[in-house]
Protein backbone atom coordinates (compact mmCIF):
# COMPACT_ATOMS: atom_id res chain seq x y z
CA UNK A 1 0.00 0.00 0.00
CA UNK A 2 1.39 3.61 -0.99
CA UNK A 3 1.77 5.72 2.24
CA UNK A 4 0.48 9.35 1.29
CA UNK A 5 2.00 11.59 4.07
CA UNK A 6 0.28 14.56 4.30
CA UNK A 7 2.05 18.28 5.15
CA UNK A 8 1.22 18.70 9.19
CA UNK A 9 0.77 22.69 10.01
CA UNK A 10 2.40 22.93 13.67
CA UNK A 11 1.28 19.45 14.45
CA UNK A 12 -2.17 19.52 13.10
CA UNK A 13 -3.98 19.02 9.56
CA UNK A 14 -7.41 20.01 9.50
CA UNK A 15 -10.18 18.85 6.98
CA UNK A 16 -13.37 21.36 6.45
CA UNK A 17 -16.82 21.54 8.56
CA UNK A 18 -19.04 19.00 6.94
CA UNK A 19 -21.68 18.99 8.94
CA UNK A 20 -24.65 21.38 10.40
CA UNK A 21 -27.16 20.25 12.89
CA UNK A 22 -29.63 22.07 14.30
CA UNK A 23 -28.30 24.30 17.01
CA UNK A 24 -28.52 22.70 20.56
CA UNK A 25 -26.90 23.72 24.09
CA UNK A 26 -25.19 20.00 24.92
CA UNK A 27 -21.37 20.07 25.18
CA UNK A 28 -18.56 18.38 22.44
CA UNK A 29 -17.97 15.15 21.63
CA UNK A 30 -14.36 14.25 20.68
CA UNK A 31 -13.86 10.97 19.03
CA UNK A 32 -9.98 10.03 19.04
CA UNK A 33 -8.66 7.40 16.24
CA UNK A 34 -6.15 5.30 15.40
CA UNK A 35 -5.03 2.55 12.74
CA UNK A 36 -2.61 0.23 11.94
CA UNK A 37 -0.59 0.41 15.22
CA UNK A 38 1.43 -2.77 13.89
CA UNK A 39 2.67 -3.17 18.03
CA UNK A 40 4.67 0.15 17.27
CA UNK A 41 3.82 1.68 20.83
CA UNK A 42 6.41 3.32 21.69
CA UNK A 43 8.24 4.60 18.28
CA UNK A 44 6.65 7.99 17.48
CA UNK A 45 3.77 9.07 19.33
CA UNK A 46 4.00 6.80 22.79
CA UNK A 47 0.46 4.62 23.28
CA UNK A 48 0.87 5.94 27.47
CA UNK A 49 0.67 9.86 25.86
CA UNK A 50 -2.55 8.82 23.63
CA UNK A 51 -3.77 7.49 26.99
CA UNK A 52 -2.99 10.91 28.77
CA UNK A 53 -4.36 12.74 26.05
CA UNK A 54 -7.77 11.14 26.07
CA UNK A 55 -7.38 11.91 30.02
CA UNK A 56 -6.41 15.47 29.87
CA UNK A 57 -9.53 16.15 27.16
CA UNK A 58 -12.37 14.29 29.83
CA UNK A 59 -11.34 17.45 31.95
CA UNK A 60 -12.68 19.73 29.67
CA UNK A 61 -15.61 17.82 28.47
CA UNK A 62 -16.33 13.65 29.83
CA UNK A 63 -17.73 13.15 26.17
CA UNK A 64 -14.76 11.68 25.01
CA UNK A 65 -14.27 8.11 23.22
CA UNK A 66 -11.32 6.30 21.69
CA UNK A 67 -11.65 3.96 18.95
CA UNK A 68 -9.00 2.12 16.78
CA UNK A 69 -9.30 0.81 12.97
CA UNK A 70 -7.18 -2.38 13.15
CA UNK A 71 -4.16 -3.57 12.62
CA UNK A 72 -3.25 -3.36 15.76
CA UNK A 73 -1.90 -6.70 17.52
CA UNK A 74 0.43 -7.63 14.98
CA UNK A 75 3.62 -6.42 13.24
CA UNK A 76 6.42 -6.48 15.79
CA UNK A 77 8.26 -9.04 18.16
CA UNK A 78 5.80 -7.31 20.92
CA UNK A 79 2.93 -9.16 18.37
CA UNK A 80 4.11 -11.69 17.78
CA UNK A 81 5.81 -13.76 20.80
CA UNK A 82 2.44 -13.16 22.55
CA UNK A 83 0.32 -14.04 19.65
CA UNK A 84 -1.43 -10.59 20.13
CA UNK A 85 -1.88 -10.82 24.08
CA UNK A 86 0.78 -8.03 25.06
CA UNK A 87 -1.19 -5.36 22.56
CA UNK A 88 -4.63 -6.60 24.03
CA UNK A 89 -3.56 -5.86 27.63
CA UNK A 90 -1.87 -2.47 26.71
CA UNK A 91 -4.73 -1.20 24.77
CA UNK A 92 -6.93 -1.70 28.04
CA UNK A 93 -4.84 0.00 29.85
CA UNK A 94 -5.04 2.47 27.80
CA UNK A 95 -8.81 3.08 27.24
CA UNK A 96 -10.25 2.09 23.97
CA UNK A 97 -14.13 2.30 23.71
CA UNK A 98 -14.35 0.50 20.33
CA UNK A 99 -12.07 -1.34 17.97
CA UNK A 100 -12.38 -3.83 15.02
CA UNK A 101 -10.48 -6.39 13.62
CA UNK A 102 -8.27 -5.75 10.55
CA UNK A 103 -6.72 -8.10 8.17
CA UNK A 104 -3.50 -8.44 10.78
CA UNK A 105 -5.39 -9.29 13.68
CA UNK A 106 -5.90 -12.85 11.89
CA UNK A 107 -2.57 -13.61 11.76
CA UNK A 108 -2.08 -16.02 14.51
CA UNK A 109 -5.21 -17.93 13.31
CA UNK A 110 -9.01 -17.86 13.98
CA UNK A 111 -8.66 -20.06 16.77
CA UNK A 112 -6.34 -17.50 18.60
CA UNK A 113 -8.28 -14.50 16.91
CA UNK A 114 -11.34 -15.90 19.13
CA UNK A 115 -9.19 -16.51 22.15
CA UNK A 116 -8.18 -13.02 22.03
CA UNK A 117 -11.92 -11.07 21.26
CA UNK A 118 -13.13 -11.54 24.25
CA UNK A 119 -10.35 -10.31 26.58
CA UNK A 120 -10.83 -6.78 24.42
CA UNK A 121 -12.24 -5.07 26.96
CA UNK A 122 -14.65 -3.17 24.72
CA UNK A 123 -15.29 -5.84 22.32
CA UNK A 124 -14.38 -6.38 18.04
CA UNK A 125 -16.56 -5.20 15.89
CA UNK A 126 -17.39 -5.89 12.06
CA UNK A 127 -20.94 -5.67 10.44
CA UNK A 128 -19.50 -7.74 7.55
CA UNK A 129 -17.60 -10.86 9.13
CA UNK A 130 -19.60 -13.80 8.77
CA UNK A 131 -20.08 -17.25 9.70
CA UNK A 132 -20.80 -18.88 6.13
CA UNK A 133 -21.86 -22.17 8.29
CA UNK A 134 -24.38 -20.19 9.72
CA UNK A 135 -25.20 -17.19 7.48
CA UNK A 136 -24.46 -15.06 11.61
CA UNK A 137 -22.20 -12.10 12.27
CA UNK A 138 -19.07 -13.37 14.07
CA UNK A 139 -19.01 -10.17 15.66
CA UNK A 140 -21.65 -7.20 17.03
CA UNK A 141 -22.17 -4.90 13.74
CA UNK A 142 -22.48 -1.50 16.04
CA UNK A 143 -22.36 -0.12 19.00
CA UNK A 144 -23.91 2.96 20.60
CA UNK A 145 -23.10 5.44 23.21
CA UNK A 146 -25.37 8.37 24.91
CA UNK A 147 -23.28 11.44 25.21
CA UNK A 148 -24.85 14.62 26.68
CA UNK A 149 -28.54 12.91 25.46
CA UNK A 150 -26.87 12.30 21.96
CA UNK A 151 -26.84 9.15 20.64
CA UNK A 152 -23.51 8.34 18.33
CA UNK A 153 -23.30 4.81 16.55
CA UNK A 154 -19.80 3.25 15.24
CA UNK A 155 -20.45 0.45 12.50
CA UNK A 156 -17.52 -1.65 12.28
CA UNK A 157 -15.93 -3.21 9.10
CA UNK A 158 -13.26 -5.21 7.51
CA UNK A 159 -11.47 -4.76 4.31
CA UNK A 160 -12.83 -8.47 2.44
CA UNK A 161 -8.97 -8.26 1.09
CA UNK A 162 -8.51 -10.41 4.46
CA UNK A 163 -9.11 -13.53 2.94
CA UNK A 164 -5.98 -13.17 0.98
CA UNK A 165 -3.88 -10.75 2.92
CA UNK A 166 -4.26 -12.72 6.01
CA UNK A 167 -3.59 -16.67 5.31
CA UNK A 168 -6.76 -18.01 3.50
CA UNK A 169 -6.43 -21.37 5.31
CA UNK A 170 -7.56 -19.44 8.77
CA UNK A 171 -10.84 -19.11 7.36
CA UNK A 172 -11.09 -22.81 5.34
CA UNK A 173 -12.18 -26.02 6.79
CA UNK A 174 -9.99 -28.60 6.58
CA UNK A 175 -11.07 -29.55 3.27
CA UNK A 176 -10.22 -26.29 1.86
CA UNK A 177 -13.58 -24.74 1.74
CA UNK A 178 -13.90 -21.46 2.81
CA UNK A 179 -16.37 -20.97 5.98
CA UNK A 180 -16.33 -17.62 6.76
CA UNK A 181 -16.78 -14.53 4.72
CA UNK A 182 -16.06 -10.90 4.78
CA UNK A 183 -18.83 -10.30 1.99
CA UNK A 184 -16.62 -10.16 -1.03
CA UNK A 185 -17.43 -9.97 -4.24
CA UNK A 186 -16.38 -8.65 -7.68
CA UNK A 187 -18.06 -5.04 -7.81
CA UNK A 188 -18.97 -3.95 -4.07
CA UNK A 189 -22.13 -4.33 -3.45
CA UNK A 190 -22.33 -7.09 -0.86
CA UNK A 191 -20.13 -5.47 1.27
CA UNK A 192 -21.76 -2.02 0.50
CA UNK A 193 -25.42 -4.07 1.23
CA UNK A 194 -24.12 -5.11 4.93
CA UNK A 195 -22.83 -1.57 5.95
CA UNK A 196 -26.12 0.19 4.78
CA UNK A 197 -27.74 -2.06 6.63
CA UNK A 198 -25.73 -1.72 10.03
CA UNK A 199 -25.94 1.84 9.36
CA UNK A 200 -29.75 1.69 9.02
CA UNK A 201 -30.23 -0.19 12.10
CA UNK A 202 -28.30 2.14 14.15
CA UNK A 203 -30.45 4.84 12.74
CA UNK A 204 -33.66 3.11 13.38
CA UNK A 205 -32.18 2.95 17.41
CA UNK A 206 -32.06 6.82 17.15
CA UNK A 207 -28.55 7.20 16.46
CA UNK A 208 -28.15 10.88 15.36
CA UNK A 209 -24.73 10.62 14.36
CA UNK A 210 -23.11 7.09 12.55
CA UNK A 211 -19.28 6.61 12.33
CA UNK A 212 -18.23 4.15 10.31
CA UNK A 213 -14.69 2.50 11.79
CA UNK A 214 -13.06 0.67 8.90
CA UNK A 215 -10.60 -1.10 7.65
CA UNK A 216 -10.52 -0.59 3.95
CA UNK A 217 -7.77 1.78 2.44
CA UNK A 218 -7.48 4.06 -0.14
CA UNK A 219 -4.28 3.31 -2.31
CA UNK A 220 -3.24 0.25 -2.90
CA UNK A 221 -6.60 -1.03 -1.81
CA UNK A 222 -9.19 -2.74 -4.26
CA UNK A 223 -11.07 -0.02 -5.35
CA UNK A 224 -14.16 -1.70 -5.20
CA UNK A 225 -13.63 -1.89 -1.14
CA UNK A 226 -12.00 0.87 -0.30
CA UNK A 227 -13.27 3.34 1.89
CA UNK A 228 -14.13 6.14 -0.91
CA UNK A 229 -15.99 3.87 -3.09
CA UNK A 230 -17.98 3.07 0.23
CA UNK A 231 -18.67 6.29 1.02
CA UNK A 232 -19.87 6.65 -2.76
CA UNK A 233 -22.37 3.96 -2.19
CA UNK A 234 -23.75 4.24 1.15
CA UNK A 235 -26.21 7.20 2.83
CA UNK A 236 -26.08 7.86 6.80
CA UNK A 237 -22.62 7.64 7.54
CA UNK A 238 -21.54 10.86 8.67
CA UNK A 239 -17.63 9.94 8.49
CA UNK A 240 -15.37 7.06 8.02
CA UNK A 241 -12.26 6.62 10.45
CA UNK A 242 -10.57 4.52 7.93
CA UNK A 243 -7.29 2.41 8.18
CA UNK A 244 -4.92 -0.44 5.84
CA UNK A 245 -3.00 1.84 3.84
CA UNK A 246 -1.27 3.44 6.03
CA UNK A 247 -1.95 6.94 4.92
CA UNK A 248 -2.14 9.99 6.58
CA UNK A 249 -5.28 12.18 5.49
CA UNK A 250 -8.47 14.09 6.17
CA UNK A 251 -10.65 14.49 3.32
CA UNK A 252 -13.89 15.23 2.52
CA UNK A 253 -16.06 12.96 -0.24
CA UNK A 254 -19.45 12.34 -1.22
CA UNK A 255 -21.89 9.22 -0.37
CA UNK A 256 -24.38 8.32 -2.56
CA UNK A 257 -26.67 11.33 -2.35
CA UNK A 258 -24.16 13.86 -2.65
CA UNK A 259 -24.02 14.74 0.79
CA UNK A 260 -20.25 15.51 2.57
CA UNK A 261 -18.34 12.07 4.32
CA UNK A 262 -15.55 13.02 6.22
CA UNK A 263 -13.05 10.42 5.60
CA UNK A 264 -9.79 10.03 8.05
CA UNK A 265 -6.56 7.83 8.34
CA UNK A 266 -3.88 8.51 10.70
CA UNK A 267 -1.02 7.06 9.09
CA UNK A 268 0.48 3.57 10.92
CA UNK A 269 3.22 3.20 13.94
CA UNK A 270 1.26 6.16 15.77
CA UNK A 271 2.60 8.44 13.38
CA UNK A 272 -0.62 10.63 14.36
CA UNK A 273 -3.41 10.72 16.19
CA UNK A 274 -7.33 11.54 14.39
CA UNK A 275 -9.22 13.90 16.36
CA UNK A 276 -12.85 14.27 15.18
CA UNK A 277 -15.17 16.63 17.33
CA UNK A 278 -18.80 17.15 17.08
CA UNK A 279 -19.25 20.98 18.44
CA UNK A 280 -22.21 22.52 20.20
CA UNK A 281 -23.26 23.72 17.17
CA UNK A 282 -24.02 20.49 15.34
CA UNK A 283 -20.86 21.05 13.13
CA UNK A 284 -18.17 18.08 12.76
CA UNK A 285 -14.33 18.58 12.19
CA UNK A 286 -11.55 16.64 11.42
CA UNK A 287 -7.88 16.91 12.06
CA UNK A 288 -4.37 14.58 13.10
CA UNK A 289 -2.79 15.67 16.11
CA UNK A 290 1.16 15.20 16.65
CA UNK A 291 1.78 16.98 19.91
CA UNK A 292 0.24 14.82 23.10
CA UNK A 293 1.29 15.15 26.34
CA UNK A 294 3.53 13.41 28.68
CA UNK A 295 3.25 9.80 28.84
CA UNK A 296 0.32 8.67 31.96
CA UNK A 297 2.92 6.90 33.78
CA UNK A 298 0.64 3.66 34.75
CA UNK A 299 0.40 3.11 30.93
CA UNK A 300 3.77 3.29 30.45
CA UNK A 301 4.66 0.72 32.75
CA UNK A 302 2.75 -1.37 31.19
CA UNK A 303 4.26 -0.82 28.01
CA UNK A 304 7.39 -0.93 29.46
CA UNK A 305 6.86 -4.21 31.36
CA UNK A 306 5.77 -6.11 28.18
CA UNK A 307 8.64 -4.18 25.91
CA UNK A 308 11.44 -6.01 28.08
CA UNK A 309 9.79 -9.25 28.19
CA UNK A 310 10.45 -9.00 24.78
CA UNK A 311 13.95 -7.48 24.68
CA UNK A 312 15.29 -10.16 26.76
CA UNK A 313 14.51 -12.79 24.14
CA UNK A 314 15.48 -11.19 21.17
CA UNK A 315 18.47 -9.28 22.20
CA UNK A 316 20.98 -11.92 21.25
CA UNK A 317 23.42 -10.92 17.75
CA UNK A 318 23.27 -13.16 15.09
CA UNK A 319 25.74 -11.15 12.90
CA UNK A 320 26.42 -7.09 11.80
CA UNK A 321 25.15 -5.24 8.50
CA UNK A 322 27.93 -3.65 6.33
CA UNK A 323 25.25 -1.84 4.67
CA UNK A 324 22.03 -0.53 5.26
CA UNK A 325 19.61 -3.41 3.89
CA UNK A 326 16.31 -1.28 2.62
CA UNK A 327 12.28 -2.04 1.83
CA UNK A 328 11.97 1.95 0.88
CA UNK A 329 13.05 3.63 -1.51
CA UNK A 330 12.25 7.80 -2.20
CA UNK A 331 9.60 7.62 0.04
CA UNK A 332 8.06 4.59 -1.88
CA UNK A 333 8.04 0.40 -0.33
CA UNK A 334 9.94 -0.42 -3.26
CA UNK A 335 10.08 -4.19 -1.72
CA UNK A 336 6.49 -4.03 -3.15
CA UNK A 337 7.21 -2.56 -6.65
CA UNK A 338 10.40 -3.75 -7.24
CA UNK A 339 13.90 -5.24 -6.39
CA UNK A 340 16.23 -4.04 -3.04
CA UNK A 341 18.94 -5.68 -1.63
CA UNK A 342 16.72 -6.75 1.11
CA UNK A 343 14.70 -8.75 -1.09
CA UNK A 344 18.04 -9.85 -2.78
CA UNK A 345 19.26 -10.89 0.68
CA UNK A 346 16.20 -12.80 2.43
CA UNK A 347 15.28 -14.62 -1.12
CA UNK A 348 18.92 -15.95 -1.41
CA UNK A 349 18.80 -16.73 2.50
CA UNK A 350 15.37 -18.99 2.30
CA UNK A 351 16.96 -20.79 -1.05
CA UNK A 352 20.20 -21.56 0.56
CA UNK A 353 18.67 -22.70 3.93
CA UNK A 354 16.12 -25.14 1.71
CA UNK A 355 18.74 -26.14 -1.03
CA UNK A 356 15.80 -25.12 -3.33
CA UNK A 357 16.09 -24.50 -7.40
CA UNK A 358 14.35 -20.91 -6.22
CA UNK A 359 13.48 -18.77 -3.51
CA UNK A 360 10.19 -16.38 -3.60
CA UNK A 361 9.72 -14.16 -0.87
CA UNK A 362 6.32 -11.87 -1.17
CA UNK A 363 6.97 -8.36 -0.53
CA UNK A 364 4.25 -7.92 2.06
CA UNK A 365 6.18 -9.57 4.44
CA UNK A 366 9.07 -7.12 4.91
CA UNK A 367 7.69 -4.98 7.68
CA UNK A 368 10.96 -2.60 8.05
CA UNK A 369 14.98 -2.35 6.27
CA UNK A 370 17.47 -4.28 8.00
CA UNK A 371 20.27 -1.41 8.97
CA UNK A 372 24.00 -1.19 9.42
CA UNK A 373 25.33 -2.19 12.45
CA UNK A 374 24.45 -5.27 15.13
CA UNK A 375 22.12 -7.87 13.51
CA UNK A 376 20.27 -9.39 16.42
CA UNK A 377 16.86 -11.91 16.55
CA UNK A 378 15.10 -8.63 17.54
CA UNK A 379 15.50 -6.66 14.08
CA UNK A 380 15.06 -9.83 12.14
CA UNK A 381 11.58 -10.27 13.84
CA UNK A 382 11.00 -6.87 13.58
CA UNK A 383 11.82 -7.19 10.10
CA UNK A 384 9.71 -10.48 9.58
CA UNK A 385 7.23 -10.43 12.86
CA UNK A 386 4.50 -13.00 10.83
CA UNK A 387 6.36 -16.06 12.65
CA UNK A 388 6.56 -18.16 9.42
CA UNK A 389 7.52 -21.74 8.80
CA UNK A 390 9.77 -22.56 5.46
CA UNK A 391 7.62 -24.98 2.48
CA UNK A 392 9.45 -27.06 -0.76
CA UNK A 393 7.13 -27.26 -3.51
CA UNK A 394 7.40 -28.97 -7.00
CA UNK A 395 6.53 -26.23 -9.12
CA UNK A 396 5.86 -26.37 -13.04
CA UNK A 397 7.65 -22.95 -15.36
CA UNK A 398 3.99 -22.15 -16.13
CA UNK A 399 3.15 -21.76 -12.39
CA UNK A 400 6.08 -19.98 -11.87
CA UNK A 401 5.50 -17.93 -14.52
CA UNK A 402 2.22 -17.42 -13.07
CA UNK A 403 2.81 -16.42 -9.90
CA UNK A 404 5.13 -13.78 -10.71
CA UNK A 405 2.70 -12.46 -13.22
CA UNK A 406 0.27 -11.86 -10.20
CA UNK A 407 2.61 -10.15 -8.52
CA UNK A 408 3.67 -7.46 -11.10
CA UNK A 409 0.11 -7.24 -11.82
CA UNK A 410 -0.55 -3.67 -10.03
CA UNK A 411 2.62 -2.25 -10.79
CA UNK A 412 3.46 0.68 -10.24
CA UNK A 413 1.05 0.29 -7.08
CA UNK A 414 2.19 -1.29 -4.33
CA UNK A 415 1.68 -5.12 -4.31
CA UNK A 416 1.72 -7.46 -1.47
CA UNK A 417 2.17 -10.09 -3.37
CA UNK A 418 5.03 -8.32 -5.33
CA UNK A 419 7.94 -11.23 -5.20
CA UNK A 420 11.35 -10.50 -4.52
CA UNK A 421 13.96 -13.55 -5.66
CA UNK A 422 16.53 -15.84 -5.60
CA UNK A 423 17.49 -18.50 -8.67
CA UNK A 424 15.69 -16.57 -11.24
CA UNK A 425 15.77 -13.27 -12.77
CA UNK A 426 12.46 -11.97 -14.54
CA UNK A 427 11.52 -8.61 -17.14
CA UNK A 428 8.02 -6.78 -15.75
CA UNK A 429 7.14 -4.72 -18.82
CA UNK A 430 4.35 -2.05 -17.40
CA UNK A 431 3.59 -1.01 -20.50
CA UNK A 432 1.18 -3.84 -20.98
CA UNK A 433 -1.95 -3.39 -19.12
CA UNK A 434 -2.51 -6.13 -16.66
CA UNK A 435 -4.69 -8.99 -17.63
CA UNK A 436 -4.89 -11.09 -14.48
CA UNK A 437 -8.21 -12.49 -13.67
CA UNK A 438 -9.11 -13.08 -9.60
CA UNK A 439 -11.96 -14.57 -8.37
CA UNK A 440 -14.47 -13.52 -5.95
CA UNK A 441 -12.19 -13.90 -2.90
CA UNK A 442 -8.91 -12.79 -4.54
CA UNK A 443 -7.44 -15.30 -5.86
CA UNK A 444 -5.89 -16.04 -8.82
CA UNK A 445 -7.73 -17.90 -11.98
CA UNK A 446 -5.97 -17.22 -15.19
CA UNK A 447 -4.12 -14.24 -17.10
CA UNK A 448 -6.71 -13.58 -20.18
CA UNK A 449 -4.36 -11.66 -22.40
CA UNK A 450 -1.03 -10.38 -22.91
CA UNK A 451 1.65 -11.21 -19.80
CA UNK A 452 3.83 -8.30 -18.30
CA UNK A 453 6.19 -10.98 -17.34
CA UNK A 454 8.83 -12.57 -19.38
CA UNK A 455 12.36 -12.98 -20.40
CA UNK A 456 12.33 -15.71 -17.27
CA UNK A 457 15.20 -16.99 -16.21
CA UNK A 458 16.50 -19.55 -14.22
CA UNK A 459 20.03 -20.25 -13.38
CA UNK A 460 20.74 -18.61 -16.03
CA UNK A 461 18.72 -20.25 -18.51
CA UNK A 462 14.90 -19.70 -19.92
CA UNK A 463 12.26 -20.75 -18.47
CA UNK A 464 10.76 -23.89 -20.01
CA UNK A 465 7.02 -24.11 -19.03
CA UNK A 466 6.48 -27.92 -19.05
CA UNK A 467 9.69 -28.30 -16.25
CA UNK A 468 9.08 -28.97 -12.87
CA UNK A 469 11.44 -27.04 -10.34
CA UNK A 470 12.13 -27.07 -6.81
CA UNK A 471 10.63 -23.71 -5.06
CA UNK A 472 10.97 -22.52 -1.67
CA UNK A 473 9.14 -20.03 0.30
CA UNK A 474 7.43 -19.15 3.75
CA UNK A 475 4.19 -21.27 4.40
CA UNK A 476 2.10 -18.20 3.87
CA UNK A 477 2.70 -18.38 -0.31
CA UNK A 478 3.70 -21.76 -0.49
CA UNK A 479 1.09 -23.53 1.30
CA UNK A 480 -2.03 -21.28 3.06
CA UNK A 481 -2.32 -19.26 -0.41
CA UNK A 482 -1.68 -16.22 0.95
CA UNK A 483 -1.89 -12.87 -1.58
CA UNK A 484 -4.06 -14.75 -3.98
CA UNK A 485 -1.42 -17.40 -4.87
CA UNK A 486 -3.77 -20.45 -5.95
CA UNK A 487 -1.84 -21.58 -8.81
CA UNK A 488 0.03 -24.28 -6.21
CA UNK A 489 -2.59 -25.92 -5.27
CA UNK A 490 -2.23 -29.69 -5.79
CA UNK A 491 1.43 -29.27 -6.68
CA UNK A 492 3.81 -31.71 -4.55
CA UNK A 493 4.67 -30.40 -1.07
CA UNK A 494 8.28 -31.63 -1.15
CA UNK A 495 9.14 -30.20 2.56
CA UNK A 496 7.01 -28.69 5.11
CA UNK A 497 9.46 -27.56 7.66
CA UNK A 498 9.79 -26.46 11.30
CA UNK A 499 12.63 -24.12 10.43
CA UNK A 500 11.28 -20.34 10.64
CA UNK A 501 12.06 -17.29 8.62
CA UNK A 502 13.99 -16.31 11.39
CA UNK A 503 15.87 -19.19 12.14
CA UNK A 504 16.55 -19.24 7.85
CA UNK A 505 17.86 -15.66 7.96
CA UNK A 506 19.93 -15.90 11.02
CA UNK A 507 21.70 -19.34 9.72
CA UNK A 508 22.25 -17.57 6.12
CA UNK A 509 24.12 -14.83 8.03
CA UNK A 510 26.22 -17.34 10.16
CA UNK A 511 27.20 -18.83 6.72
CA UNK A 512 28.33 -15.48 5.94
CA UNK A 513 31.17 -15.45 8.41
CA UNK A 514 28.10 -13.35 10.55
CA UNK A 515 29.13 -10.48 8.19
CA UNK A 516 25.83 -9.07 5.67
CA UNK A 517 27.23 -6.77 2.80
CA UNK A 518 28.89 -8.21 -0.12
CA UNK A 519 27.07 -8.55 -3.09
CA UNK A 520 24.55 -6.36 -1.79
CA UNK A 521 26.04 -2.88 -1.49
CA UNK A 522 23.33 -1.41 -3.99
CA UNK A 523 19.93 -1.05 -2.80
CA UNK A 524 18.29 -1.71 -5.89
CA UNK A 525 19.48 -4.92 -5.70
CA UNK A 526 21.69 -6.61 -8.54
CA UNK A 527 19.35 -6.71 -11.10
CA UNK A 528 17.22 -9.70 -10.81
CA UNK A 529 13.78 -7.61 -11.83
CA UNK A 530 13.82 -5.52 -14.97
CA UNK A 531 10.77 -3.10 -15.26
CA UNK A 532 9.96 -1.58 -18.90
CA UNK A 533 8.04 1.67 -18.47
CA UNK A 534 9.08 3.35 -21.51
Same mark, same amino acid.
Given at each position: ??????????????????????????????????????????????????????????? $??????????????????????? $?????????????????????????????????????????????????? =????????????????????????????E??????????????????????????? #??????????????????????????????????SV????????????????????????????????????????????????????????????????? =????????????????????????????V??????????????????????????????????????????????????????G?????S??T???? #???????????????????????????????????????????? =??P?????????????????? =???????????????????????????????N????????????????S?????????????????K??????????????? $?
Amino acid at each position: MHRKIGKLFGGLLTALCVFFLPLTAWAEIVVLHTNDIHCGVAQNIHIAQLAQYKHDLMK $ETPNVLLVDAGDAIQGEPLGSLT $EGAAMIRIMNSVGYDFVIPGNHEYDFGMTRFLELAPQQKCGYYSCNFLDK =RTGELVLPAYKIFTMDGKKIAFVGVTTPETLISSTPIFFQDNEGKFIYTFCEDQDG #SNLYAHIQAAVDEARAEGAQFVFLVGHLGTNGAISVWSSGAVAAHTTGINAIIDGHSHEQYTRVDKNKNGEDVIIAQTGTKLATVGKITIHDDGTITSELV =RDLPPPDPAVKAIVDEELKKVDDLLGQPVGEAKVDLVTDIDGVRRVRCGETNLGDFVADAVRATLHTDVALVNGGSFRAPITEGTVTYKSLATTFPF #SNTMVVRSISGAQLLDVLELGAMNYPEENGGFMQVSGLTYTIDA =RIPSSVKLNEQGGFVEVTGAR =RVKDVMVDGEPLDLTEDYTVGGTNYIMRNGGNGITMFDGTPILRDTNISDLDAIAEFIKEQGGVVGKGYENPTGEGRITILT $E
